[in-house]
């Protein structure tokens, strides 16, 4: 796997020095030693987990405004390396959520999907969030990764829903992601998650126990479609 890394001219002995190469041709400092990474974060931010696998998902809801069907994506690994997990290999699936930046060529290729950057007022800060293809409006992460009737892996906790499709990325690097990692076995565990469950009666992550191995069974009930080239990735 080969990392890019964003090392300044006053920096590149110093991340030499750590195990940063040097590529002329392509002008690029990179690391093809998972094990470097590490050492080299400094110059992998501001990016949190680096996808050696990264593909889209997509399916369709009910925009929540104007009631007509859209159409949304979203971005899932796996095969990754997170610096909350001190770079070391995670082959479970995960969908990302919150993504607030990614490679300039793989944001202009999610344009064609309406994925863009939006202030949202849910979390008071700007991401990657998918918009209505007829009214503009946001439909949030909120809603797309933590609501189970919504959200991207439903058909694993219901059989009458509809089927995601995904498709790979393909690649020659790693693409890195300043993203919200999902911890499902975690959260599944959450008490504060059961109690609300118990005391409305919505269905959330905790109360469907959507574990780590549940999510890992989610390409089995998805439609695979050809791999993607994106240019520059």
């Known amino acids: 796997m080969i990392v890019r890394l964003n090392v300044s001219f006053k920096e590149k002995d110093l991340a030499k020095s750590k195990g940063a190469k040097w590529n002329p041709t392509m002008k690029i400092w990179y690391t093809d030693d998972i094990t470097k990474l590490p050492e080299l974060a400094k110059w992998i931010n501001p990016y949190n987990i680096i996808c050696e696998n990264l593909y ?8 929540w405004k104007c009631k007509k069907s859209t159409n949304v994506v979203c971005l899932c690994t796996d095969k990754s390396y ?4 001190d770079y070391r ?19 202009e290729y999610m344009k064609q999907f309406s994925y863009i950057p939006s202030y949202s007022k849910a979390i008071n800060t ?4 998918n918009h ?15 609501s189970p009737e919504k959200a991207f892996y439903k058909k694993l906790c219901y059989s009458d829903a509809q089927a995601i ?10 693409i890195p992601l300043q993203a919200n990692l999902p911890f499902y076995d975690e959260i599944s565990n959450s008490n504060e998650l059961m109690f609300a469950h118990m005391e409305t009666g919505i269905e959330n992550r905790a109360s469907l126990n959507i574990t780590q191995k549940l999510i890992n069974g ?5 439609i695979i479609e050809p791999d993607i080239k994106v240019n520059g990735i």
Request: glycine share 2%; hydrophobic share 35%.
């Open 126 to 129: 700007s991401y990657y969030v």
């Open 132 to 146: 209505c293809e007829h009214c503009k409006s946001l439909q949030g992460d909120n809603f797309l990764h933590e």
């Open 89 to 107: 290999i995670n082959l479970n699936i995960q969908v990302l959520s919150y993504i607030t930046a990614m490679p300039d060529s793989l944001a």
């Open 82 to 85: 997170s610096e909350n997990d």
């Open 218 to 222: 989610l390409f089995h009930v998805s």
């Open 165 to 174: 499709s995904y498709a790979r990325i393909d690649t020659k690097f790693s």
């Open 56 to 63: 889209i998902l997509k399916m369709s809801q009910i925009c």
